[in-house]
């Protein structure tokens, strides 16, 4: 009996059969004997494969599936790499999962990684056997950068393992996003997608392969090959084999629901990165390839793997459809496609009729459907979770003084443009044009800021709890950096926001990394507030850096700048972010990657680069990072919703998502801000020091990464506090704010039958 009913998923596009699968399949079976992957031992006894296995779990079907246009050879090696990484995913189950053999775990996976070279040693298993054969016939033909991006894929789904076998041997089930971006990278589908542009001939040219488009590309791809997985894969994982990385056994834990609940939601959760990835191979990658003047052979290279991703879905879909690897008792049929029933005149009775959910109707209808500046009163905070001590320094009185008066000469308490359609260049170089006639002035008095909101805001006393040991200077840069960077949130929505002026943001943020010289030398001259106080921050940051770490904390900000830029874009869509996608990028619309690199750069030259790079200092960073971030969003959310018609709020992303009341999505978002605090607390207690005796740091490399777990501490308890006493997500200075603003002109708006969508920003008047 199946442990839960399938839900109905939504598969946008057709599943095809690549002609050439028989012969492959005679093709994978000889191979894999050839690799004496038929004959590997299991440790109790038997083999991890026999023959009929093998065949019954057709991998030569799914390959020929989700790469239906390949030729006969392409596609015997694309299935011989399949071949591989099930073998191993088995073999390591059966080596070392069922043991819980910790240290020969992590020696098997060292030396596997050896045969990803030009002069590997000689196999001594079926694994490395096949490892070291696909390596040979695979990277002649493959660019250096894609091989670049392919040993790093495969190094992750190998060495990540680790993370589900230490999971396993304490009885720990991660939280829901934990488990997301980790299964992104133990799961292995990024290797699939470097996988697709070996099979349709066409790379990802190497400067795009970065960029934020590409890169949800690859994630919403992998994410939903993973969630499907997840479904089909339930019974023998968790109920047979007793593991415990499904995401359907995760949110069951999380949400403290039935199983057929969770696949639900996983199932919806499916269904809004299948979408995510519409949304951004059909707006963001087209405009990143006209912004890059992105040459027409290599336009064709994208779109063929925009394709091959897409023909990935579909095919993996109804592989696990069809494979006896799986529960999947009544899953096959279940795409939806063009091509489904009969078609012609007097046909359309005889179609098949689709529920809302197999058509994706009901996520986009909740994304899009969102009522601008809804009244939603205040917002009761549930009890917080918050383990760690606030601590205040002594010079926050000297800071305060210092910041008021840095804010005034950057120009922060003076009236900001208003900026209506055809605008931009005027204010890409600083300029404030007049208001025209007609059009859309973001703020009515023209003031943004004044001293008296700023001294409610309080940024000095969240610098003095965040970093309550800096001396009287880096608490002034702390104080400083913390006022642009709201200043800069803030700039936007009230500057470009009202108007959905994207040209002329984009324009504005293309200008500020002019200010961040990689030589700390000379800039141009600022022509408004932020690059004025960018200018003058990136002077007293960079100059004691070292050129490295200069350039990394340079990428910080603009990273945080261009995350304005896609807050606009969603806005302009009018459009609630996919959950997945809002997370990642809230990290960066709050800063905290900016302030974090400003942690880590002092220590730069004493822990060694790899070690940030390592899943703990990772989890370690992301688990603070959303701690924080969603706190802002909990006291922010009446301003947010109800003052600015913002929708880039965790609360009413679950909102949306789940379908609940506001209330509801506060308890859940505190939930998660548990979650991810109790994370936190078991990497230090736990895994930073296991770290520690891996990588044999010495004791100063050891005394800096207890202290950056301790900043993090500091970091997060203040955040809370700041919050918690500042007057910026008051109600009465919300309101106080609105009446002295007052409504703007919209009359300039089209108006008439055909003309609703064009109307849909008229209340952002109420900027920031």
């Not at 696990?320 to 046909?347: C, E, F, Q």
Request: with cysteine; charged share 20%; net charge negative.
């Amino acid at each position: 009996m199946q442990a839960f009913t399938l839900p109905e998923f939504y598969m946008p596009y057709p599943a095809r059969l690549n002609p050439n699968l028989e012969q492959t399949r005679a093709h994978s079976m000889a191979w894999a004997k050839g690799m004496g992957m038929l004959d590997a031992p299991k440790p109790d006894g038997g083999v991890v494969w026999t023959g009929e296995q093998l065949a019954k779990m057709d991998y030569a079907l799914m390959c020929a599936y989700t790469h239906p246009d390949c030729d006969g050879p392409t596609l015997d090696l694309i299935t011989d790499w399949y071949v591989w990484v099930f073998f191993f995913d088995d073999h390591f189950l059966e080596e070392f999962k069922y043991s819980r053999d910790l240290a020969g775990a992590k020696a098997y996976l060292d030396h596997l990684e050896l045969f990803m070279s030009d002069d590997p040693p000689e196999p001594a298993n079926p694994a490395e056997a096949g490892l070291k054969d696909l390596w040979a016939r695979t990277i002649p033909a493959m660019s250096d950068g894609w091989r670049r991006r392919f040993v790093t894929s495969t190094h992750n789904l190998m060495i990540e393992s680790m993370w589900e076998l230490n999971n396993i041997n304490i009885g720990r089930i991660a939280n829901p996003i934990e488990y997301v971006q980790m299964r992104r990278r133990v799961g292995g589908a990024p290797w699939s997608a470097n996988l697709v542009e070996c099979a349709v001939a066409a790379e990802v040219p190497d400067r795009l392969a970065g960029t934020r488009p590409l890169r949800v590309l690859s994630d919403s791809f992998a994410d939903a090959v993973h969630l499907r997985n997840d479904l089909f894969s339930y019974q023998r994982e968790v109920q047979e084999e007793g593991e415990n990385a499904n995401a359907v056994l995760v949110f069951e834990r999380f949400f403290g629901c039935r199983t057929q609940e969770a696949a639900e939601l996983v199932n919806d959760l499916l269904t809004s990165r299948l979408q995510q990835f519409e949304n951004t191979a059909l707006t963001e990658v087209p405009a990143l390839l006209a912004q890059q003047a992105v040459p027409v052979h290599e336009q064709s290279a994208v779109a063929a793997y925009v394709k091959g991703l897409q023909d990935w879905q579909a095919g993996g879909h109804e592989w696990h459809a069809r494979s006896s690897r799986y529960m999947n008792d009544g899953a096959a049929g279940g795409t939806v496609s063009v091509l489904s029933g009969p078609i012609g005149l007097g046909t359309s009775a005889a179609r098949p009729v689709f529920s809302p959910a197999r058509l994706g109707l009901r996520r986009r209808s909740e994304q899009l459907g969102h009522t601008l500046f809804r009244p939603v009163g205040h917002l009761p905070l549930p009890d917080l979770y918050m383990p760690y001590r606030i601590r205040v320094s002594p010079h926050l009185d000297a800071a305060r003084r210092h910041a008021v008066a840095w804010a005034r000469d950057a120009g922060m308490f003076e009236p900001v443009p208003a900026v209506a359609s055809g605008t931009a260049p005027a204010v890409a170089s600083g300029t404030a044009p007049a208001v025209a006639s007609g059009t859309v002035p973001a703020l009515a008095s023209g003031t943004m800021w004044d001293e008296r909101r700023f001294l409610g805001f309080d940024f000095a006393r969240c610098a003095a709890m965040i970093h309550p040991d800096a001396n009287p200077a880096q608490l002034n840069l702390s104080s400083d950096w913390l006022a642009w960077g709201t200043y800069g949130d803030d700039f936007f929505p009230a500057v470009f926001g009202a108007a959905r002026n994207l040209a002329a943001a984009k324009l504005c943020t293309e200008r500020l990394p002019e200010f961040m010289p990689q030589d700390a030398g000379a800039t141009p001259e600022p022509t408004n507030p932020i690059e004025r106080g960018l200018a003058d921050l990136w002077r007293r940051t960079a100059a004691p850096m070292t050129a490295p770490a200069r350039e990394q904390f340079r990428t910080a900000v603009v990273d945080m700048t261009s995350s304005w830029l896609w807050e606009l874009a969603n806005q302009v869509q009018h459009r609630i972010p996919d959950p997945v996608d809002y997370v990642e990028m809230r990290r960066k619309t709050f800063g905290s990657d900016m302030t974090m690199s400003l942690a880590r750069l002092a220590h730069s030259d004493v822990v060694p680069a790899e070690i940030h790079q390592t899943r703990v200092m990772r989890e370690l960073d992301t688990a603070a990072q959303d701690y924080a971030c969603f706190t802002n969003d909990l006291f922010s959310y009446q301003k947010e919703i109800e003052f600015e018609g913002e929708i880039h709020n965790l609360v009413l992303v679950v909102e949306s998502f789940l379908g609940v009341d506001r209330w509801q999505a506060a308890d859940i978002v505190a939930a998660l801000m548990t979650a991810r605090m109790r994370q936190f607390e078991h990497i230090v207690a736990n895994e930073l020091p296991a770290l520690f005796e891996e990588y044999a740091l010495d004791e100063p490399a050891r005394a800096i990464l207890t202290r950056h777990a301790d900043y993090l501490k500091d970091w997060m308890s203040g955040i809370l506090e700041w919050h918690r006493g500042c007057a910026r997500y008051t109600e009465a200075e919300l309101r106080r704010s609105r009446v002295k603003e007052g409504p703007a002109d919209f009359s300039f708006l089209p108006t008439g039958l055909g003309t609703s969508a064009a109307r849909v920003g008229e209340r952002l008047a109420y900027a920031r």
